[in-house]
């Protein structure tokens, strides 16, 4: 399931790049370095796209306690993937019970 995370994060942060990850630390890891060079060059992009797949506040501000730019990034990265999984979870579970009307 980190995979469809990834590959939902690769599109909505246009990462170019053809990598496929073995692991969810190893996608953590390559969208980490990702993040850190938007954290240097292109901060507002990567804060619209923690916005728009509705990482919270408080966590983001946490993340950026973390000190320096590469465990701010580790972090965010972090934070990102788990959001994804969760909706893709969420998507799963609402499928199985048919879309149906609660």
């Not at 590469?70 to 993937?81: K, P, T």
Request: net charge negative; hydrophobic share 40%; aromatic share 10%.
């Amino acid at each position: 399931m980190y995979l469809e995370a990834w590959n939902r994060l690769k599109d909505r942060f246009e990462i170019e790049e053809t990598y496929k990850p073995q692991t969810f630390g190893d996608a953590a890891d390559k969208l980490s370095e990702y993040f850190e060079h938007l954290l240097r060059n292109d901060t507002s992009k990567l804060m619209n796209g923690l916005y728009r797949i509705d990482i919270k506040e408080d966590l983001v501000k946490e993340a950026f306690a973390e000190g320096n730019m590469a465990d701010i990034a580790d972090a965010l990265a972090r934070l990102a993937l788990r959001r994804e999984w969760e909706k893709q979870k969420m998507r799963e579970r609402w499928s199985k019970m048919g879309g149906s009307d609660l």
